[in-house]
């Protein structure tokens, strides 16, 4: 068993590190900093600062040049009350070691802060087996140096192989370790699948969007039931599936993990049978919260991320959700009422085009146009049915 970290608490102060590489702007940092900010708070850590560099590609060895290291150190020993570093790319099990030697402070990267939050947000044993093993197969190849023993299952004489050194012997710990966690899922996975098949004969949708876009609210909303909704990332972990009836016409609504950008890739795989929500979904509802300032890249990321997994042939419904704060982001008290119907005209027709018709633009909190969007959703549930089970749909009118 590996010696679980202690997640992270109200006192930890954290600096935050970028670097701005060949293929990047100096902007497009400063948003993905803001973003490992939110995420920091969501994990328990304040950020006071941060460091960002200029670099062709990062250092093999120590991520940072030694000029930026020192300058950090430096930082670390006048203020005198930080506990952690995050740097906002992945780290390998070398950099961290030479980073922490170089700064005398605790440094992890983007994948371990998501690890972290995903580990104090999983409830169900399927959620904690998912973000254990993910927490496994990241820790496997930062093994070197990373611990200076891991607690020996059955220890004493026989647990080491003839010249096994004790890296090695952690490494098959881990390993076997995974493969158990592996098993597991495979298990939960059955059950799963089981459950789903016994849903029967109904349309099934599926909420998808990058993290905290509203979907556990919209799914609130819709089926007026109460999920676990917060302004925090990955709020929501399980999947939530409810029964929901428009106009005599049912159908399966299930709310999913949300995406972000460079989520890590094992921490994907492990999620997999949650994800599989979206893959068997016959629609997907793609939540945007068109309030943010890099929305479209947001939306971009969903869309790999669904090509990913197989499910970009689906049809798909963009709601364009917090079109409040967009308003309350977009106009001033002096712009004209034109002028605001003219911006809002074209923003409209612009996905309108984009989407072939399939968006709608809603603010949840608000309850603005819900009515549009439970109609645009039924009219696509419908529509299936007709095709998919005819003798039913006749009852649904």
């Not at 070691?97 to 998501?114: H, Q, T």
């Not at 995974?178 to 298990?187: F, H, P, T, Y």
């Not at 609130?220 to 005599?248: G, H, I």
Request: hydrophobic share 40%.
């Amino acid at each position: 068993m590996i010696e679980k970290k202690k997640s992270f608490g109200n006192e930890e102060v954290a600096i935050l590190v970028g670097l701005i590489q060949k293929d990047q702007t100096e902007q497009q940092v400063i948003e993905y900093l803001d973003e490992l900010e939110f995420l920091a708070e969501t994990a328990g850590a304040k950020s006071v600062k941060r460091f960002t560099q200029k670099m062709a590609h990062p250092d093999s060895k120590t991520f940072l040049g030694k000029g930026k290291l020192e300058e950090i150190k430096n930082y670390i020993l006048l203020k005198g009350n930080i506990t952690i570093v995050i740097f906002d790319d992945e780290l390998s099990g070398a950099q961290i070691i030479n980073i922490e030697k170089a700064i005398g402070m605790k440094s992890i990267d983007r994948s371990d802060l998501i690890l972290d939050i995903f580990a104090s947000r999983a409830k169900t044993a399927q959620a904690k087996t998912q973000v254990e093993l993910a927490q496994y197969q990241y820790i496997l190849p930062r093994l070197k140096g990373m611990w200076k023993h891991l607690e020996r299952q059955g220890g004493g004489v026989g647990t080491r192989g003839p010249g096994e050194t004790e890296i090695e012997t952690d490494r098959r710990i881990v390993k076997d370790k995974i493969a158990l966690l592996r098993k597991r899922l495979v298990d939960i996975d059955r059950q799963s699948f089981t459950q789903r098949k016994e849903r029967g004969e109904f349309i099934r949708v599926a909420l998808v969007g990058y993290t905290n876009v509203g979907k556990s609210t919209l799914m609130n909303v819709l089926s007026k039931s109460e999920v676990f909704a917060e302004n925090k990332l990955f709020a929501t972990l399980d999947t939530t599936t409810r029964k929901v009836v428009f106009e005599q016409t049912p159908f399966l609504l299930s709310d999913t993990v949300g995406f972000i950008r460079k989520l890590p890739h094992h921490l994907v795989e492990s999620f997999k049978s949650t994800l599989d929500e979206v893959r068997e979904a016959d629609i997907l509802l793609h939540v945007v919260d068109i309030s943010h300032t890099q929305y479209e890249e947001q939306l971009a990321v969903v869309n790999k991320t669904l090509v990913e997994l197989k499910c970009a042939d689906k049809p798909v419904i963009t709601i364009f959700n917090k079109m409040d704060r967009f308003e309350a982001n977009t106009f001033d008290e002096w712009l004209e009422d034109d002028v605001k119907v003219e911006i809002l005209r074209e923003l409209k027709e612009r996905w309108q085009e984009e989407t072939k018709g399939n968006c709608v633009f809603v603010s949840a909190t608000e309850k603005r146009n819900l009515d549009g969007l439970r109609q645009t959703i039924l009219n696509k549930v419908r529509e299936i049915y007709q095709i998919r089970y005819p003798y039913k749909a006749e009852y649904f009118y």
